[in-house]
């Protein structure tokens, strides 16, 4: 009960940020008598996202799993470069320059070429996100393999043991905080791409009842899909946290 009432405390500030804001909202629109299509009320979004005049379900199912698909392929794909340019100097400064290059194309011109190369659906999607997301992996995971203390390297040297089991027995476990610090970064990240693939071309997701939504002047529609956006990104980053606690508890100090 003392561990619940801790956690408890601690959330306790983000609960009153939330709360007071709502309250602010709906003071806003109720004093000053916003309209509704400019800016509604808490109340009628509440009521948009669980009405029945579209399948929330359906999107809410098809945008979650285009993030949780394009995380998978970032957190990935991001490690694995990152190990490579730790791994080996040469290959290091030949993949930076390059994924620098891939990194600073902007994601929205680049979002038509994925629908062009993979056809519509929900793989573009996942692309987009991973494109986005997958950068601050590769180089946290390349710091934390490379940022390491001389002596625990030549402990593994004076022990005779192979570069690969250094990797694997004192590197990797060094790099676990810097891995799990991008991993919150992307998970927002990822989210962002997918509603980007949703915005360019798609006919289910989140992102296309936001488009829909505004050419019919619905906005607690699109404010009721911006909002399940949010949980989605809140859920898929509170996991990476709560795996953090779990499968590396000892990290969680160092990464604060």
Same mark, same amino acid.
């Given at each position: 009960?003392?561990? &619940?009432?801790?956690?408890? &405390?601690?959330?306790?500030?983000?609960?009153?940020?939330?709360?007071?804001?709502?309250?602010?909202?709906?003071?806003?629109?109720?004093?000053?008598?916003?309209?509704?299509? +400019?800016?509604?009320?808490?109340?009628?979004?509440?009521?948009?996202?669980?009405?029945?005049?579209? !399948?929330?379900?359906?999107?809410?199912?098809?945008?979650?799993?285009?993030?949780?698909?394009?995380?998978?392929?970032?957190?990935?794909?991001?490690?694995?470069?990152?190990?490579?340019?730790?791994?080996?100097?040469?290959l290091g400064r030949a993949l930076?320059?390059? &994924?620098?290059?891939? /990194?600073? +194309?902007?994601?929205?011109?680049?979002?038509?070429?994925?629908?062009?190369?993979?056809?519509?659906?929900?793989?573009? !999607?996942?692309?987009?996100?991973?494109?986005?997301?997958?950068?601050?992996?590769?180089? /946290?995971?390349?710091?934390? +393999?490379?940022?390491?203390?001389?002596?625990?390297?030549?402990?593994?040297?004076?022990? /005779?043991?192979?570069k690969w089991k250094v990797f694997?027995?004192?590197?990797?476990? !060094?790099?676990?905080?810097?891995?799990?610090?991008?991993?919150?970064?992307?998970?927002?990240?990822?989210?962002?791409?997918?509603?980007?693939?949703?915005?360019?071309a798609s006919q289910n997701g989140?992102?296309?009842?936001?488009?829909?939504?505004?050419?019919?002047? !619905?906005?607690?529609?699109?404010?009721?899909?911006?909002?399940?956006?949010?949980?989605?990104?809140?859920?898929?980053?509170?996991?990476?946290?709560?795996?953090?606690?779990?499968?590396?508890?000892?990290?969680?100090?160092?990464?604060?």
């Amino acid at each position: 009960m003392k561990k &619940l009432g801790r956690k408890f &405390l601690e959330t306790l500030p983000a609960i009153l940020l939330f709360a007071g804001l709502i309250v602010v909202w709906e003071l806003a629109t109720t004093v000053f008598g916003v309209r509704e299509y +400019l800016l509604p009320g808490p109340a009628t979004v509440l009521e948009a996202m669980f009405s029945g005049e579209i !399948n929330w379900a359906g999107h809410i199912w098809v945008t979650g799993l285009a993030i949780f698909g394009a995380f998978i392929i970032a957190a990935v794909s991001g490690v694995l470069l990152g190990t490579l340019i730790a791994w080996s100097s040469v290959l290091g400064r030949a993949l930076m320059p390059f &994924l620098v290059f891939v /990194n600073t +194309l902007p994601k929205v011109a680049v979002a038509p070429l994925f629908l062009l190369w993979l056809g519509y659906g929900i793989v573009p !999607n996942m692309m987009i996100g991973a494109l986005i997301g997958f950068f601050p992996v590769v180089i /946290n995971t390349a710091v934390g +393999l490379s940022q390491i203390d001389d002596d625990m390297v030549d402990l593994g040297r004076v022990f /005779n043991a192979p570069k690969w089991k250094v990797f694997a027995k004192i590197r990797i476990p !060094n790099a676990y905080p810097y891995i799990l610090s991008a991993l919150k970064v992307t998970a927002t990240a990822a989210v962002v791409g997918a509603i980007v693939g949703e915005f360019v071309a798609s006919q289910n997701g989140l992102g296309y009842v936001i488009i829909t939504s505004q050419s019919s002047m !619905n906005t607690p529609l699109a404010f009721g899909a911006l909002i399940w956006i949010s949980i989605l990104g809140l859920v898929l980053f509170g996991a990476v946290a709560v795996l953090s606690r779990v499968l590396a508890p000892w990290a969680e100090g160092r990464e604060q």
